[in-house]
C-alpha cells in the first residue's frame, strides 16, 4: 500500500495526552522534554494532568498537539524501525497539523517548531478581541454554497469559509454576528444542522491578518528544509516541497481555508490508499467520508503501534 502520514490540528488536544506513550517510549519522552526546554514549560505536565481549560488554550493547545504527533513520529521510527522516509509518500496536516507534518518531514527542527506554534498560538489569539469574533459548522452543504452564504451573511462584516473538512461539513468564521446571520441563511437554504464552535477565535478568515503578519516575520527568520517527502499544502491542497514556497503557504494559511477535503481527494487520485494520522483520532473519520475506499489507522499509544506495524 501506498502511505501518507497525517497530523491532526486544533481540538485535538485532551487531558491526558501522551502519557502513555511517554510512560512506554524513551524516544516520546526525549520529544516531550525537548518541547518543555524549547517552552521553557512543563507542557507535558499539562498534557498529562490538565487542568483542561489551560491546555485547551490555543497558546498551549497548538505546541502539544505538534509534541504528540512528532513524539509518535520518534517512537515509530527509533523504536520499531519506521522510518517516515521509506514508509510514507507524503504528509499532510490539518492546520497547525501542517507544522507536525513539516517537522516530522525533517523541514524544521522541533524546538523551532515549537516556538513557532507557541508564537501562532498567542497571535491567533491576540488577533480578535473575545468576544467579537466566531466560528460555525454548516452540515449538510458544499463548499461552494457555504461560499455563497458567508459572502451574503457578511454586510460588510467578515464572514468567510474557514474549513472544508469533508462532503457536507464546511465551518465559517468572522464576525459573531455575520456567523449568526450564515447559520440563519444556511438553515432557509437546507443546511442540515448548524453549531457554533467551542473556540477562542475566529480562525482561518481575514480577521487573522494581524496574526499572518506576525507568522511572516517569525517564519522568514526560520530555517526550513525540504521535507524528505512532499507536503500537501491546506491552501493548494497539492504537494509541495520548496522551502520557499512552503514558507509563503504557511503564511497564508493563517488567513486562508483549510482545503482538506480537497488534500484528501487529490492524495487518493494520486495512488495514496494509507492514511495513518500520528497523534490523533480525529482526522480518521473525515478521511472515510471523503474516500471511504482508504485505509485510515490511528497512532496515539503504544498499542497502536503495534497495530501499525502488523498492518505494514
Not at 87 to 97: D, P
Not at 250 to 266: D, I, K
Amino acid at each position: 500500500m501506498t502511505t501518507a502520514f497525517i497530523f491532526p490540528g486544533q481540538g485535538s488536544q485532551a487531558v491526558g495526552m501522551g502519557r502513555a506513550l511517554a510512560e512506554a517510549s524513551p524516544a516520546a519522552r526525549e520529544v516531550l522534554c525537548e518541547v518543555d526546554e524549547a517552552l521553557g514549560q512543563h507542557l507535558s505536565r499539562l498534557m498529562f494532568e490538565g487542568p483542561e481549560d489551560e491546555l485547551t488554550l490555543t497558546r498551549n493547545a497548538q505546541p502539544a498537539i505538534m509534541a504528540l504527533g512528532l513524539a509518535v513520529a520518534a517512537t515509530l521510527e527509533r523504536e520499531a524501525g519506521v522510518r517516515l522516509s521509506e514508509a510514507a509518500v507524503a504528509v499532510a496536516g490539518h492546520s497547525l497539523g501542517e507544522y507536525s507534518a513539516l517537522a516530522a518531514a525533517g523541514a524544521m527542527p522541533l524546538a523551532g517548531t515549537a516556538r513557532l506554534l507557541r508564537l501562532r498560538g498567542e497571535a491567533m489569539q491576540a488577533a480578535v478581541p473575545p468576544g467579537e469574533g466566531a466560528m460555525a459548522a454548516l452540515l449538510g452543504l458544499g463548499l461552494e454554497d457555504v461560499r455563497a452564504i458567508a459572502a451574503e451573511a457578511a454586510e460588510g462584516q467578515v464572514c468567510a469559509a474557514a474549513n472544508d473538512n469533508a462532503p457536507g461539513q464546511v465551518v465559517v468564521s468572522g464576525h459573531i454576528e455575520a456567523v449568526t446571520r450564515a447559520m440563519r441563511l444556511a438553515k432557509a437554504k437546507g443546511a442540515r444542522h448548524s453549531v457554533l464552535l467551542p473556540v477562542s477565535a475566529p480562525f482561518h478568515c481575514p480577521l487573522m491578518a494581524p496574526a499572518a503578519e506576525t507568522m511572516a516575520r517569525a517564519l522568514e527568520a526560520a530555517p526550513i528544509a525540504a521535507p524528505v517527502v512532499p507536503l500537501w499544502a491546506n491552501v493548494t491542497a497539492a504537494p509541495v516541497a520548496d522551502p520557499s514556497e512552503i514558507r509563503r503557504l504557511l503564511v497564508e494559511q493563517v488567513t486562508a481555508t483549510v482545503r482538506w477535503r480537497e488534500t484528501v481527494e487529490g492524495m487518493a487520485a494520486a495512488g495514496i490508499d494509507r492514511m495513518v494520522e500520528l497523534g490523533g483520532r480525529v482526522l480518521g473519520p473525515m478521511v472515510k467520508r471523503i474516500a471511504p475506499d482508504v485505509v485510515n489507522l490511528a497512532i496515539q499509544k503504544p498499542e497502536d503501534v503495534e497495530t501499525l506495524l502488523k498492518s505494514l
